[in-house]
């Protein structure tokens, strides 16, 4: 398994212990980025030490600070919203670079109600 694979499959499996899910914000609001296929994506973590990690290494987000989210809230507002403006969902990037998978919110939301049944 790839170390991006690795760090999608503990998304779901730590975001479904947890019952949170972490993103990043600034006086500006949530960030967006544009994928090597030139389609949006935003980040979101699993833990609030991934969202931290990339703040600290990631020049571009350095001023953001972690936001914490109840899965029930990502599932049911921020998902949704995301699918309507065409924007894709960042898991658990990282690295300087910050890369990772970016997943279309109706799979995230199929994948976290699987893990959660498990």
């Known amino acids: 398994m790839s170390l991006v694979a690795a760090h999608t499959h503990a998304f779901f499996n730590e975001v479904t212990q947890s019952g949170f899910v972490w993103t990043i914000r600034d006086e500006a609001g949530f960030p967006t980025s544009t994928n090597q296929s030139n389609e949006a994506a935003m980040p979101f973590w699993s833990s609030e030490i991934r969202a931290r990690r990339i703040v600290d290494q990631v020049p571009a987000y ?57």
């Open 62 to 118: 350095r001023g953001f600070i972690p936001h914490k989210l109840p899965v029930e809230v990502f599932l049911d507002r921020w998902l949704q919203g995301l699918e309507q403006d065409n924007v894709r969902v960042g898991i658990n990037w990282s690295g300087v670079r910050a890369t990772g998978f970016d997943i279309a919110p109706a799979d995230v939301r199929r994948r976290l109600h699987s893990a959660s049944t498990r």
